[in-house]
């Protein structure tokens, strides 16, 4: 069977979910956890891209606009257009907005740790330790304003650990944590993004020129579809593959899920206390 048959017809599949539906729940789920946490309102970070955006506007819909705090926490490299959606989002949903330029914090670092960018090993270092800048700035404002960090991570970026432990992924609630990144593109236009922002390629945007087509092992609508049959539809690898899915790409993407389990699970805790033998 032709792979690109397949691999449509399957991603087609995991497009077919009710939008309206699935934007109430999330906006429910939303509501409901800011009211069970007491906090005041919801903090996130604005990065231009289609996930944040998505999340922006279901706490939009979730709670009032005052209540909502969105960080545009840009580096010298991200792209000024990203910027500009962020910043024109807001405007639109009624979010307040903070712009912290992150460069001169990361800067303070590297004089601190003594620790040059281009050095071996450092492209990583440095590009992990902004993530985790601009968690630290959210907990910060979360702290300050008694609000609750809502993360932008979706269901894909989940299972092939494709985030910073204790950076983006350091949140409070994951409201698209269930939807995989083709489902979070077209909830965007279901819920009236423009179609050059729910279609923005993914970018991190953690070091000069970084783009997920990178560093993952293909694009999201071939991974997304090889998810969904591995996670939803409990394939095994091989019925996978034999459904004409490259066997590399099926490897490398269980690959990167076993390799990420510690970022999904909670840090391993030493035994307990050993009694005396009596």
Do not use: W
């Not at 995991?14 to 946490?37: H, K, M, P």
């Not at 990178?214 to 593959?241: H, N």
């Amino acid at each position: 069977m032709d792979m690109v048959f397949v691999q449509t017809s399957v991603l087609d599949e995991l497009l077919d979910i009710d939008y309206d539906a699935t934007a109430s729940a999330i906006q429910n789920f939303i509501a409901e956890r800011l009211r069970l946490s007491g906090a005041s309102g919801l903090v996130l970070g604005l990065s231009g891209g289609v996930d944040s955006s998505v999340v922006a506007a279901l706490c939009a819909r979730a709670v009032p606009g005052e209540k909502i705090l969105g960080l545009i926490m840009p580096t010298g490299f991200t792209p000024a257009q990203d910027v500009a959606d962020a910043q024109a989002l807001a405007e639109k949903l009624g979010i307040s907005t903070r712009h912290i330029p992150i460069d001169p914090i990361v800067q303070r670092y590297a004089e601190q740790l003594g620790v040059g960018m281009d050095e071996t090993g450092a492209r990583m270092a440095y590009a992990n330790l902004r993530a985790r800048i601009r968690m630290t700035l959210l907990y910060f404002h979360a702290n300050l304003q008694n609000m609750l960090v809502v993360g932008t991570g979706d269901r894909s970026e989940i299972l092939l650990g494709y985030y910073t432990k204790y950076g983006d992924g350091g949140v409070d609630i994951l409201p698209i944590g269930g939807l995989y990144k083709s489902q979070v593109r077209r909830l965007g236009l279901a819920l009236g993004l423009p179609e050059q922002l729910a279609n923005k390629p993914s970018s991190p945007q953690l070091y000069p020129g970084h783009r997920a087509v990178d560093e993952l092992p293909a694009d999201y609508s071939i991974l997304d579809p090889i998810l969904y049959l591995l996670f939803d539809k409990k394939l095994s690898p091989q019925q996978v593959v034999d459904k004409g899915f490259d066997k590399r790409v099926v490897d490398a993407v269980l690959a990167r899920y076993v390799g990420s389990v510690h970022k999904r699970e909670m840090p391993p805790t030493g035994p307990t206390p050993v009694p005396f033998t009596r």
